[in-house]
Each structure stands twice: as C-alpha cells, then as structure tokens.
C-alpha cells in the first residue's frame, strides 16, 4: 500500500520555523520527484517547491524562495521542507507530492498556521 505521511505542522508566530516531514511507504521512493504542495483556506492549491529524485535539483515558488529549503533523505524515504522567516499568508494545508512520469501519490496533509 503507498503512503505518503506528512509531519510537523502546528501553530507558529510569524518569522517562526517549522520542519516538515513527508515519510514514504510502498512505492520506490529513490525514482519519484517529490513535491510540497499547500492550499490556503478558500484558496486552490499552490505549488511550493520540488525535488529531484537525487535531490541534486530543487525548485521553489517566488513566494517562499529564500525562506524554505527542500530536502530528501533516499536511505530513509523522507522528504523535508524547512520553513523559516514563516508569514500569516503561509498559513495553509501542506501537502506532499510523489511524482514519476504519469504516476502520483498524495499525501492527507499537514496544518501549518502563521499568527500571533
């Protein structure tokens, strides 16, 4: 059975931290990208950042570039993603993505919520 199970949300003031956990089961994690997926209350969803399935690749969204650094463990099929300088409009559901050509996999999500 694949899992994606993500970790690490919670209530944090603004220019707080977090780190997020996305633990993979089931599946070969080493051959998928992997992605951080949020969604705002009300909003759709955006993407936030992805990587390689080496981890030699990253990419980020505009919006969270130079505050959130995203990261894979292969060996214990985890993905992070470091949150710092965190703002109110980061304030969303967290989701991770595993991705392989026309193959996906979905995480339930994690709650982060930015406020004082």
């Known amino acids: 059975e694949v899992q994606l199970v993500e970790s690490g949300g919670g209530l944090v003031q603004p220019g707080g931290s977090l780190r997020l956990s996305c633990a993979a089961s089931?599946?070969?994690?080493?051959?998928?990208?992997m992605s951080w997926v949020r969604q705002a209350p009300g909003k759709g969803l955006e993407w936030v950042s992805a990587?390689?399935?080496?981890?030699?690749?990253?990419s980020y969204a505009d919006s969270v570039k130079g505050r959130f650094t995203i990261s894979r463990d292969n060996a214990k099929n985890t993905v992070y993603l470091q949150m710092n300088s965190l703002k109110p409009e980061d304030t969303a559901v967290y989701y991770c993505?595993?991705?392989?050509?026309?193959?996906?996999?979905w995480g339930q999500g994690t709650q982060v919520t930015v406020s004082s």
């Open positions: 990587i390689s399935k080496g981890g030699k690749s990253t």
């Open positions: 993505n595993a991705h392989f050509i026309l193959q996906e996999y």
């Open positions: 089931g599946f070969t994690f080493g051959s998928y990208a």
